[in-house]
């Protein structure tokens, strides 16, 4: 509903614009269903129109010709069953073959298996997760240069109560507080009833958290949700009586 599959797509695809390796990890569906949300944001389509495309030449299309530029490759892992050691090893094994990641997407990071013990609450579980996932953007090895790190981007849910809040701030994060805490750049996707309604549907990017930078401020952005595209555009002025 508030299109965090949709705004990662777009953040791979400009990843992969500018030349980038994007390794997608996916708790929410396999490669098929992932490569046709990156196809339709490839060739600003909608799902109809990609429906009658075979998924071969799909994934040729995507993972050989590259029309966004760079490359993808997306696994799929096992809710609660897979955590952060198996995500890296895929990693590894990329990186081994000669294609090592700039990006990695895990779609999304609240569905991935702790670390080791067994934590008897919910929140504590979801601190690890983030706790090593920050690990991994730091350590991995293999870079430029011999430097270490890659980029981790990862959706996120929020509290049921921030859903049509003008600002979803990280006081709004669901789960494990120590989220905010964590994070080096948190990016809330803000939008009231109003903007779910327009045509297109209007979203806001919130600069919540930028560690080391200007925090505060929105980005605005139109949703093309059939194309799997989202365009920035002006700030839209919200009437009162919608706020």
């Known amino acids: 509903g508030s299109f965090k599959t949709g705004t990662c ?85 990329l990186t081994a073959r000669g294609r090592r990641p700039d990006m990695l997407i895990v779609d999304y990071a609240d569905k991935m298996a702790p670390p080791g013990r067994h934590f008897e609450r919910h929140d504590l579980a979801l601190s690890a997760i983030y706790d090593e996932l920050s690990g991994l953007s730091r350590e991995f090895p293999g870079g430029p240069g011999g430097r270490k790190g890659l980029a981790v981007v990862t959706p996120s849910q929020v509290k049921h109560g921030a859903f049509g809040k003008r600002i979803v701030s990280m006081a709004d994060l669901a789960g494990a507080v120590d989220k905010a805490a964590i994070a080096d750049v948190i990016l809330p996707i803000c939008q009231t009833k109003w903007e779910r309604e327009q045509s297109p549907p209007v979203m806001r990017l919130f600069r919540a958290k930028i560690r080391e930078a200007e925090n505060l401020g929105f980005a605005w952005f139109a949703q093309h949700k059939d194309a799997m595209t989202l365009e920035e555009i002006p700030p839209v002025d919200i009437p009162e009586h919608a706020l």
Do not use: C
């Open 9 to 93: 797509v777009n953040i791979a695809a400009a990843a992969m614009a500018g030349g980038k390796f994007v390794a997608w990890a996916s708790y929410e569906g396999e490669e098929p269903a992932i490569l046709f949300r990156l196809g339709r944001r490839a060739a600003r389509i909608s799902k109809h129109a990609i429906r009658d495309v075979p998924f071969a030449q799909l994934r040729t299309s995507l993972l050989r010709n590259r029309p966004i530029g760079g490359e993808v490759a997306v696994k799929y892992f096992s809710r609660r069953k897979a955590g952060v050691d198996e995500v890296e090893a895929w990693l590894a094994a």
